[in-house]
């Protein structure tokens, strides 16, 4: 096999069918529907290694062909599509106070999903409650085996070891959850965990609709807290200490708001979904037994829908924030894109000029740049698609899931 660089790769005959048959898996994907004439045109590989490997394949249920029936051709193309229906993999989204769990396809199509009350004190029972609602959507659906678990958690985590290193709002720290994950479904297939937000960055990368094709970005993930995942060269970057990312716990504010993490004035304490809240609430108090996501989406339906003056003010306060903090990452990373998700992107139109403005004014330094800033495409929450997301990468890439 030639590698891109033009050398060649070595190794025996079976790995490198299997890095061909991972190629040709992707590009299926990427580019369905698709006929094995043009697998092998943009792979570079020799028809027949194409032929046998897809025949694989399909062996595997991983892909079905399809006639292309046109009246205007004479011999009708077979084209290759993704097989869906036959492989899922199990999702669960660690987070406080609400976690998500999820059954979602190889496409990223969401089959069932369930969300339960994050109780973090004991975190060996609850990881257990989360695995008992997955196998409850799993045997609903009739699924007898998923392909694996993918665990995304809002914190520091260790995929190698798959362990919480630091989560500020769990409170937990070198918890070992991929072991106990294992323990607990020793029958799914793969177990892999990963920091949210990096997590929702893949889920971009991979299922991500957008006019431009992005291959380095910045994924800002709004919610309880901030996280950002970076991708480079279509690669996720993790850092030295698992830690990269970490924006939300930059200083935006010297002495500032107390934030989960224990120190004063970081960004995710002004720019969080719980800080707008807690400004709302600060000018408009309410039913304090509502949630926070209950509360932000009504400040959004009040902004959108009547154009309430306060909770107006409060989402360009934190639009503004979320610019401050977005400046520095521009100035630190100069990605080509950052897409922003979460429930804020609700209220686009109102905070998007925001943070443009803010953006002129601290991150460009009177130089026109051309950078995107764009809302999440993802109609799955990308959280909770990025923790699948784990999974289905590596059974698209793993060279040893041919035996």
């Not at 890095?19 to 992707?26: D, G, S």
């Not at 993930?221 to 690669?235: A, D, E, L, Q, R």
């Amino acid at each position: 096999m030639k590698a891109r660089n033009g050398s060649f790769i070595s190794g025996n005959a079976k790995v490198v069918r299997n890095i061909n048959r991972a190629v040709i898996l992707n590009l299926i994907r990427e580019k369905q529907p698709v006929s094995r004439i043009e697998v092998a045109r943009l792979s570079g590989l020799n028809k027949s290694t194409v032929s046998s490997i897809v025949t694989g394949l399909i062996d595997e249920d991983l892909i079905f062909e399809e006639v292309d029936v046109n009246q205007n051709v004479g011999r009708n193309p077979i084209n290759l599509f993704l097989k869906l229906g036959a492989h899922f993999v199990g999702a669960l989204n660690i987070d406080a106070p609400i976690s998500r769990i999820a059954i979602i396809d190889l496409d990223g199509s969401l089959k069932e999903s369930t969300a339960i009350e994050t109780n973090s004190e004991k975190p060996e029972l609850f990881v257990k409650s989360c695995v008992k609602e997955l196998f409850k959507l799993r045997d609903r659906l009739h699924i007898r085996h998923l392909e694996g678990i993918g665990v995304s958690i809002a914190g520091i985590v260790d995929p190698i070891k798959a362990s919480v290193m630091f989560a500020p709002r769990l409170g937990w720290e070198d918890f070992a959850i991929g072991k106990l994950m294992q323990q607990l479904c020793p029958d799914e297939g793969m177990i892999i965990v990963d920091n949210d937000a990096r997590a929702s960055a893949l889920a971009e990368l991979w299922h991500g609709k957008h006019d431009l094709d992005l291959s380095s970005f910045v994924f800002l993930s709004v919610g309880p807290g901030i996280g950002t995942g970076i991708v480079v060269g279509k690669n996720l970057i993790h850092g030295h200490s698992f830690a990269s990312g970490e924006f939300g716990h930059m200083t935006l504010f010297e002495g500032g708001e107390l934030c989960a993490c224990g120190n004063y004035g970081c960004w995710e304490a002004y720019a969080s979904d719980r800080a707008t809240v807690k400004r709302y609430l600060a000018r408009k108090p309410q039913n304090q037994s509502q949630d926070h996501l209950t509360i932000l989406q009504e400040i959004i339906d009040l902004t959108v829908q009547k154009n309430d003056a306060i909770a107006r003010e409060v989402l360009l306060q934190t639009a503004h924030f979320l610019g401050m903090g977005i400046a520095d990452i521009i100035k630190s990373l100069d990605p080509e894109a950052i897409i922003i998700g979460g429930r804020i992107t609700n209220a686009w139109e109102i905070i998007y000029p925001e943070i443009l403005q803010t953006l002129e004014k601290r991150a460009f330094f009177g130089k026109k740049r051309t950078i995107h800033i764009l809302p999440t495409s993802l109609k799955v929450r990308p959280r909770l698609l990025g923790a699948a997301t784990l999974v289905v990468k590596e059974l698209f890439s793993d060279f040893k899931i041919i035996r």
